[in-house]
């Protein structure tokens, strides 16, 4: 590091691996530095499981699985929003250019990032759990910037952070060569029973189990959701089904 002539102390948060290409040193509202290292190394693939999942994600649940299998939704603000808007209410009554308005700031800066942290370490160990567990992940594509415009669910859908979990699902899907098929948006997921494929139109959000009035099958619908994505990521993968006539199906 230029100008730094003696050596400095940090605290290391896990083994450095592989060549260092080069280091970045940034420094958060908090006031704490990072120094991030960038090295090249090989990633060694999770070994096959000859699994497949369809993943239905949602602001209860982050992650449902097509086996019922489901993962939590940390909610870290709704957990942390109570004293976050103490801190806040003191920090706009401190004098502005104040030593301890500067350091009231910093304060609510860590409880930012702590609930930054809180929600990234929950997505990072769901995200890792279901690619190292299936060889492939079905997922619905969803428009989150879209979704983020009705002012009812917005600050939910910012706690739960789906995009970020859909992304991280992508990405490890592709470094672990597992197959990472998405659904078309349009497709009717909650609402089509997946044994005999009868369509529940007059589904809502506040409906969290239904049943089907052809084959009378009692669902969940997350878990629902999942298999129907699932049977969909099939008939992607084979070529029988693709997005347009997924969109035109439902037309």
Not at 123 to 152: F, P, R, W, Y
Not at 174 to 189: L, N, Q, T, V
Not at 203 to 222: M, P
Request: hydrophobic share 30%; proline share 2%; aromatic share 6%.
């Amino acid at each position: 590091i230029p100008k730094v002539d003696k050596g400095i102390k940090i605290v290391l948060s896990r083994e450095i691996q592989g060549t260092i290409k080069y280091v970045h040193i940034s420094k958060n509202p908090a006031g704490e530095f990072f120094a991030s290292f960038t090295c090249e190394v090989e990633i060694e693939t999770y070994a096959k499981t000859g699994k497949k999942t369809g993943v239905d994600v949602g602001l209860k649940e982050a992650a449902i699985l097509s086996d019922g299998q489901k993962y939590a939704n940390a909610k870290p603000l709704r957990g942390l929003e109570k004293k976050l808007k103490f801190e806040q209410r003191k920090l706009s009554r401190q004098q502005k250019g104040s030593r301890s308005r500067e350091k009231q700031r910093r304060k609510v800066a860590r409880l930012h990032n702590r609930i930054r942290n809180i929600r990234h370490d929950n997505i990072h160990k769901g995200t890792t759990d279901i690619v190292k567990s299936h060889d492939l992940c079905a997922v619905e594509s969803l428009a989150v910037k879209n979704m983020m415009q009705n002012h009812c669910l917005a600050k939910a859908l910012s706690d739960a952070s789906l995009g970020e979990l859909l992304r991280q699902l992508k990405t490890k899907c592709e470094w672990h060569d597992r197959d990472f098929i998405p659904i078309g948006r349009f497709f009717a997921s909650s609402q089509l029973c997946h044994v005999c494929g009868w369509q529940h139109k007059e589904l809502t959000l506040k409906d969290r189990e239904w049943t089907c009035h052809c084959c009378h099958t009692h669902h969940d619908r997350d878990v629902n959701a999942a298999k129907n994505i699932l049977a969909e990521g099939l008939k992607i993968l084979s070529g029988s089904g693709t997005e347009s006539d997924t969109k035109q199906k439902e037309g």
